[in-house]
């Protein structure tokens, strides 16, 4: 004969694993309906202050970029003044730009609204620990002293698709910019 008690229990136990698996996969739906993937532009925005004669460094962090073909845009301000202050002195400025050589990312500067690319040159570079960057060529600016002046940068960094493959995935990528300015 079969044993009812154990015949509950089996029933109560498949009953059981139907219910778990059942939730599992209503949670991955209703999960499904409100999730999405969004890609944005980032607006981030870096301002140097140039009112001492002193070399400044920023490193950008790019977070999630990825090989989508998009371009994120980053501000960059390069003033004389800061907290009512005003460089005493003219003063002259170079911008360095120095990226690791991880991922290959293709970068654009571009002065105020100009749409041409102010990037000159890149170069290998080798530091002292023997790490490989890319350094590009600098650009020089001008401030008159006691004018308050700033100079807007929009620095463009593009991931193309055609580099849409696993070997990327946990690449980091470091950017610095290098604003270095002395009197005249």
């Given at each position: 004969m079969i044993d009812?008690?154990?015949f509950?229990?089996?029933?109560?136990?498949?009953i059981f694993v139907v219910g778990i698996f059942l939730s599992?996969?209503?949670?991955?739906?209703?999960?499904?309906?409100f999730h999405t993937d969004a890609s944005g532009i980032a607006a981030n925005k870096i301002a140097f202050y140039v009112v001492n004669a002193k070399p400044q460094t920023q490193q950008i962090k790019i977070g999630e970029i990825a090989p989508d073909g998009?371009?994120?845009r980053y501000s960059v301000e390069i003033n004389n003044f800061k907290d009512?202050?005003?460089?005493?002195?003219?003063?002259?400025?170079?911008?360095?730009?120095?990226?690791?050589?991880?991922i290959p990312v293709n970068?654009?500067?571009?002065?105020?609204?100009?749409?041409?690319n102010i990037i000159g040159t890149k170069e290998i570079v080798q530091d002292a620990n023997g790490m490989y960057f890319f350094k590009f060529s600098s650009h020089?600016?001008?401030?008159?002293?006691?004018?308050?002046?700033?100079?807007r940068f929009t620095f463009v960094v593009s991931f193309p698709n055609t580099y849409n493959d696993a070997a990327y995935q946990d690449l980091i990528e470091t950017i610095e910019i290098t604003v270095d300015a002395r009197q005249v």
């Open positions: 009812k008690e154990r509950s229990l089996f029933g109560k136990g498949v599992l996969f209503l949670i991955k739906q209703v999960y499904g309906i998009q371009s994120y009512n202050k005003v460089s005493e002195v003219d003063m002259e400025y170079t911008m360095n730009i120095r990226t690791t050589t991880n970068y654009e500067l571009y002065l105020g609204n100009d749409t041409t020089a600016g001008n401030f008159v002293h006691g004018v308050e002046k700033t100079d």
